[in-house]
């Protein structure tokens, strides 16, 4: 008989849920769909959730030292550019706890931190010391994972970091619908056929630049393009020229360039 044929759909977290729906609702119709769930979205999220998890006890003291007045205790939304926001500030308190505990505590010594972060702690004697130990653990190492796997296009450290996540949003997190997300992620990850989970770890990320190194989330990169053809002056200037150009062939170039001189 003929070959099966397999559509793999990757999307954010809106997108997913429709897709979801919809193969519930006709499963025959949309039994060859295999729903990926694109790791910008999740990352967001996750990385709000694991702010507001550490927030009363290290991340508002923090923010106020640093003066920093754009990140609440509780993000919604990627909405007025909380992800740079709170990304930005949590790469912060990470360097500065990293550099604290290697350059300035003797006791424990900083090696053993690198060698064994849990003998590490069972010597630390502080209340505060073992706060900054864990925050690293399970959040500041958690976020700078997630953006290299999506740099390294490693498909392996992203399904791992989807399981963390999952247990994040059944725990701290203010959108539950995420942690059903994240198991549709892992479903994809973990249950399809053996060949397709293949091509879900090859494709989590990709480089405009053909760079591996300094890849984006798939989910990243479409709303790169939606954002080109959608909003660009040209096309809020001369409408059909602008779109004309943003709809043919020469996307795939437009947006090299674009992004390269960016």
Same mark, same amino acid.
Not at 55 to 67: D, E, H
Not at 107 to 123: F, H, I, M, T
């Given at each position: 008989?003929?070959?099966?044929?397999?559509?793999?759909?990757?999307?954010?977290?809106?997108?997913?849920?429709?897709?979801?729906?919809?193969?519930?609702?006709?499963?025959?119709?949309?039994?060859?769909?295999?729903?990926?769930?694109?790791?910008?979205?999740?990352?967001?999220?996750?990385?709000?959730?694991?702010?507001?998890?550490?927030?009363?006890?290290?991340?508002?003291?923090?923010?106020?030292?640093?003066?920093?007045?754009?990140?609440?205790?509780?993000?919604?939304?990627?909405?007025?550019?909380?992800?740079?926001?709170?990304?930005?500030?949590?790469?912060?308190?990470?360097?500065?706890?990293?550099?604290?505990?290697?350059?300035?505590?003797?006791?424990?010594?900083?090696?053993?931190?690198?060698?064994?972060?849990?003998?590490?702690?069972?010597?630390?004697?502080?209340? &505060?010391?073992?706060?900054?130990? $864990?925050? %690293?653990?399970?959040?500041?190492? /958690?976020?700078?994972?997630?953006? !290299?796997? @999506?740099?390294?296009?490693?498909?392996?450290?992203?399904?791992?970091?989807?399981?963390?996540?999952?247990?994040?949003?059944?725990?701290?997190?203010?959108?539950?619908?995420?942690?059903?997300?994240?198991?549709?992620?892992?479903?994809?990850?973990?249950?399809?056929?053996?060949?397709?989970?293949?091509?879900?770890?090859?494709?989590?990320?990709?480089?405009?630049?053909?760079?591996?190194? &300094?890849?984006?989330?798939?989910? $990243?990169? %479409?709303?790169?393009?939606?954002? /080109?053809?959608?909003?660009?002056? !040209?096309? @809020?200037?001369?409408?059909?020229?602008?779109?004309?150009?943003?709809?043919?062939?020469?996307?795939?170039?437009?947006?090299?360039?674009?992004?390269?001189?960016?």
């Amino acid at each position: 008989g003929p070959e099966a044929v397999v559509d793999v759909a990757i999307g954010d977290g809106q997108s997913v849920i429709l897709k979801k729906n919809m193969k519930k609702r006709w499963p025959r119709l949309f039994a060859r769909w295999l729903i990926g769930v694109g790791g910008f979205h999740e990352h967001a999220h996750t990385m709000f959730a694991l702010n507001e998890m550490f927030f009363f006890c290290l991340i508002c003291w923090c923010l106020a030292v640093m003066g920093i007045t754009k990140v609440f205790q509780v993000t919604k939304d990627l909405e007025h550019n909380n992800y740079a926001h709170v990304q930005q500030a949590h790469h912060a308190i990470t360097i500065a706890i990293v550099a604290f505990l290697l350059q300035d505590v003797t006791s424990p010594p900083p090696a053993l931190l690198l060698r064994d972060p849990e003998l590490y702690l069972d010597q630390v004697g502080s209340a &505060s010391g073992v706060v900054l130990v $864990r925050y %690293l653990q399970f959040a500041g190492f /958690v976020i700078l994972q997630w953006q !290299r796997a @999506a740099r390294e296009a490693d498909g392996t450290k992203l399904k791992k970091l989807f399981a963390y996540s999952h247990h994040i949003f059944r725990s701290v997190c203010h959108k539950p619908i995420c942690a059903q997300i994240s198991l549709i992620g892992l479903l994809g990850f973990c249950c399809a056929l053996p060949a397709l989970q293949k091509v879900l770890l090859a494709t989590v990320s990709l480089s405009l630049l053909g760079r591996l190194g &300094s890849n984006m989330y798939t989910d $990243r990169v %479409l709303e790169y393009i939606n954002k /080109v053809q959608q909003g660009s002056k !040209r096309s @809020a200037n001369a409408a059909s020229f602008g779109r004309a150009i943003d709809l043919t062939t020469l996307l795939r170039a437009l947006i090299h360039v674009r992004h390269a001189f960016q």
